[in-house]
């Protein structure tokens, strides 16, 4: 870990450890170490041992506000750590009145962007065995020596085009903002797709859900995805079957799509979870950018007092059709 990262984990910790062991929060919601040195997976802190897990790194992708849906049913006060996407994620769940306001405390991690190891492992090869960070670098070490290179190539796809990488909602900001970014080539497949007939993009869309396990990983990696029972699991009526049935694989990922239009921050966690590497987010960013030029710019999860497009009327709100 690069000595900066170490300089705020130290920060990171003194701050959330006086809020859990004095009893301000019963849980910390941040990151630990996996099995691999490019793994950060969700920790679950209650008490000092824990936090001395706890990691902040360039691979803590995981949004954490999502698991307060269950962690709030058992604690009546959780401290979450929030980069941009956690905190817009939160945001949504407060729309939704899945969480309360005054049982969580948001710690802000403005977030410097998250590297993919996939690129970093297609760069270095299997010999890689770490790497180390400064200055908007990375040095690949791998057991024939090490590499330099521009940290800003290997970042997750969903942080290059990240427009918010501070938190937009928080109780304590633990580190110095970065202020808004720009992403000019944020619905550049959007926009490739839309240049295709229907022909095309139903092959298109027919070859990639082709590969869905339905193993709904991204379901649970959504922070819209909050409904108490999803229509796949309901029985009267049955949505849904067991058997591979291509038809049913277009059936859950455009309702999921169509029931987060408005909804989806574009945090890109769906895509990131699946593991058959489905393109998920083009479908979000569809919907986001089809709203965007409906309704005029919306960013979901920004402001959690406006509502989506889709949940408010205006009696200027523009129609595809014309009054007779």
């Given at each position: 870990m690069a000595e900066r990262n170490l300089e705020q984990l130290e920060k990171i910790r003194e701050v959330v450890s006086q809020d859990l062991l004095s009893g301000r929060i019963e849980l910390l919601l941040g990151w630990e170490k996996g099995h691999y040195w490019w793994q950060s997976r969700p920790l679950f802190a209650r008490s000092k041992d824990d936090l001395a897990k706890l990691t902040w790194d360039s691979f803590c992708a995981v949004n954490l506000s999502r698991y307060l849906l269950e962690e709030l049913k058992d604690h009546q006060k959780v401290g979450v750590l929030v980069k941009g996407c956690d905190s817009r994620a939160f945001n949504r769940l407060l729309q939704?009145?899945?969480?309360?306001?005054?049982?969580?405390?948001?710690?802000?991690?403005?977030?410097?962007?998250?590297?993919?190891?996939?690129?970093?492992?297609?760069?270095?090869?299997?010999?890689?065995?770490?790497?180390?960070?400064?200055?908007?670098?990375?040095?690949?070490?791998?057991?024939?020596?090490?590499?330099?290179?521009?940290?800003?190539?290997?970042?997750?796809?969903?942080?290059?085009?990240?427009?918010?990488?501070?938190?937009?909602?928080?109780?304590?900001?633990?580190?110095?903002?970065?202020?808004?970014?720009?992403?000019?080539?944020?619905?550049?497949?959007?926009?490739?797709?839309?240049?295709?007939?229907?022909?095309?993009?139903?092959?298109?869309?027919?070859?990639?859900?082709?590969?869905?396990?339905?193993?709904?990983?991204?379901?649970?990696?959504?922070?819209?995805?909050?409904?108490?029972?999803?229509?796949?699991?309901?029985?009267?009526?049955?949505?849904?079957?067991?058997?591979?049935?291509?038809?049913?694989?277009?059936?859950?990922?455009?309702?999921?799509?169509?029931?987060?239009?408005?909804?989806?921050?574009?945090?890109?966690?769906?895509?990131?979870?699946?593991?058959?590497?489905?393109?998920?987010?083009?479908?979000?960013?569809?919907?986001?950018?089809?709203?965007?030029?409906?309704?005029?710019?919306?960013?979901?999860?920004?402001?959690?007092?406006?509502?989506?497009?889709?949940?408010?009327?205006?009696?200027?709100?523009?129609?595809?059709?014309?009054?007779?």
């Open positions: 939704d009145n899945m969480v309360e306001r005054d049982r969580v405390v948001l710690y802000g991690l403005p977030c410097p962007g998250i590297l993919d190891y996939k690129l970093l492992a297609a760069e270095a090869g299997p010999e890689l065995k770490g790497i180390a960070e400064e200055n908007g670098k990375i040095v690949l070490k791998t057991a024939s020596g090490e590499v330099e290179v521009k940290r800003d190539q290997f970042l997750m796809a969903k942080c290059r085009e990240c427009l918010y990488p501070d938190p937009v909602v928080y109780d304590q900001m633990l580190l110095e903002p970065q202020g808004k970014k720009e992403a000019p080539e944020r619905f550049k497949a959007v926009d490739e797709l839309e240049t295709l007939t229907p022909e095309e993009r139903f092959a298109y869309w027919e070859k990639e859900l082709s590969r869905c396990l339905r193993c709904y990983a991204c379901r649970q990696a959504c922070p819209y995805c909050s409904c108490r029972e999803c229509f796949v699991e309901q029985e009267n009526p049955r949505w849904q079957g067991r058997a591979y049935q291509p038809s049913e694989n277009f059936l859950f990922h455009l309702v999921r799509a169509y029931h987060g239009a408005g909804r989806c921050i574009d945090c890109g966690e769906c895509q990131r979870a699946c593991p058959v590497d489905i393109p998920l987010q083009e479908l979000n960013r569809k919907l986001i950018k089809d709203i965007n030029e409906l309704y005029g710019d919306y960013e979901a999860g920004l402001d959690a007092e406006l509502e989506p497009p889709l949940l408010t009327y205006r009696p200027d709100d523009p129609a595809a059709f014309s009054e007779k």
